[in-house]
């Protein structure tokens, strides 16, 4: 509460319902690309079946990673208080644990149980690892591009403000 007695929201908060509608994008748009690249895959000839199966795997991996880096920014540009690149992070790593690694574990022909056994979960953190990247490159250009454009916003650069010197008082 502030000293009159209004409740004040703090400025360091982040904005979770913009947060939640970037993940839910985010999450959507690395389905959807892992889908889309993996029809690809199917296309296209290949010399055997381990060539296909590799094929089709890093497609789907490459589709969920782009729409991943995609998605986090959105989660960086759209929050309106807090920090922009928390917000894209938060917002990537969500779309991940929340949807694509429960798609990955539904849609591959392995048990459900070897799936959840310690390899199976070993697996999962270490894509996390490497989504991870994707994610954080995605959330970064965002932070960068908001914080860019809320400088064009607030009227310049921050070179453009002078520092208050005793001398700039006297005049």
């Known amino acids: 509460m502030s000293e009159n007695g209004d409740t004040a929201v703090p400025e360091d908060r982040l904005d979770l319902r913009r947060i939640g509608f970037a993940a839910a994008l985010a999450a959507g748009l690395s389905v959807g690309l892992a889908v889309a690249f993996l029809r690809h895959a199917h296309a296209k ?14 497609s789907s991996f490459l589709g969920a990673g782009i729409g991943l880096a995609l998605g986090s920014p959105v989660g ?27 798609v990955f574990v539904i849609t591959d022909d392995v048990a459900l149980a070897e799936d959840l056994d310690p390899g199976g979960l070993l697996f999962l953190a270490f894509l996390l690892l490497a989504f991870g990247v994707f994610v954080s490159l995605g959330a970064t250009v965002g932070a960068l591009i908001g914080s860019l454009a809320h400088r064009d916003r607030m009227g310049g650069t921050s070179t453009s403000v002078r520092p208050l010197t005793c001398a700039s008082v006297r005049r």
């Open 76 to 102: 960086a540009l759209s929050i309106r208080r807090g920090s922009r690149l928390a917000a894209g992070v938060i917002a990537g790593l969500a779309a991940y644990a929340l949807v694509l690694a429960p």
């Open 45 to 58: 000839s290949h010399v055997g079946p381990t060539s296909a199966t590799l094929d089709e795997a890093f």
